[in-house]
């Protein structure tokens, strides 16, 4: 993900918010990073609502945390190949049970970037949502 991220400053009374609506896509979006939140963990829910017929599409939905002195990012988790509709949901959280691809018990840095790769341009509709958790 070479493109610039959007930046999306929150009040510390944020609590749920739409990352990206619900749209075909047949590339990946410029990723998004969080700022501004007070926020022990999160919650990313990505529904899949609709998949190319003729071809086979697959998405990856990554959440990262970002180092605001050398604005790097490093891995908190990623998700599986998602290519038929469905939700799914992504945790990051202090103690929750750790399972590869869906959640690990890590308290969520100050600024996360959330990404998504496509696989190929065959269209993909979805939207992804966070939740803040104290």
Known sequence: MSEEPIVKH??????SLIIL??????????????????????QLVVNVSEVDDEGSPKIKVKLS???????????????????SVGTHVLTVYPGVGEVA???VSQVLPHVVQIGVTHDNADEIAYSIAAYLLD
């Open 65 to 83: 945390g970002v180092d605001v002195l050398s604005d790097s990012t490093f891995d908190l988790v990623e998700s599986i190949e998602m290519a």
């Open 101 to 103: 691809n869906v959640s």
């Open 21 to 42: 609506a619900d749209e075909v896509r047949t590339e990946a979006p410029a990723p998004v990073q969080l700022r501004g939140y007070k926020a022990s963990g999160i």
């Open 10 to 15: 929150l009040g510390a009374a944020t609590r």
